[in-house]
């Protein structure tokens, strides 16, 4: 029972991970958006200030549903291999930001193609910036669950 519970903490742990990687991937992406367009803090009316409030939860929702697959392949690679460092999840995120923009860009629909160097950079910069706030609140503790137990690493070696 006490593994049961391990299990269902880490998957809330690693949720919530995945929701505050998205919301920084978001916001990131707002923010550069935002400078792109010639907007500062010093001049910032109080509209773009409050319009951040929606388009950075709604822009979550969208890099969340994009990025899910990818990211449940890297989580459970993690997860699994234990990897703990900053360097993997930044880098990852980059990876899974590249493949979103590769199925994108082979996707029938050709207008929802990013096409800008800008942009893509952009998009990949996000997903390093998802992966590492990720890392902040999930990753530092993958494959804590093998905790008691023989790692894989262990019983493939020994």
Not at 34 to 39: E, M, P, R
Not at 149 to 157: C, I, K
């Amino acid at each position: 029972m006490t593994r049961l519970v391990t299990y269902l903490v880490r998957l809330a742990t690693i949720l919530f991970g995945y929701a505050v990687a998205s919301l920084a991937a978001s916001a990131f992406l707002n923010v550069l958006f935002l400078a792109s367009l010639g907007y500062s803090p010093a001049h910032a009316q109080p509209a773009t200030t409050a319009s951040l409030y929606f388009s950075i939860p709604f822009v979550a929702l969208f890099v969340a549903y994009f990025a899910f697959m990818p990211s449940v392949i890297v989580i459970l690679a993690a997860e699994i291999l234990g990897r703990r460092d900053w360097l993997y999840y930044a880098l990852a995120g980059a990876v899974v930001a590249g493949v979103f923009l590769g199925l994108v860009d082979h996707a029938r629909d050709s207008t929802f193609a990013v096409t800008d160097t800008s942009a893509i950079l952009a998009v990949i910069g996000g997903g390093m910036v998802g992966g590492i706030f990720y890392w902040l609140s999930a990753g530092r503790w993958a494959g804590s669950w093998w905790q008691g137990e023989a790692s894989p690493r262990s019983r493939t070696e020994g």
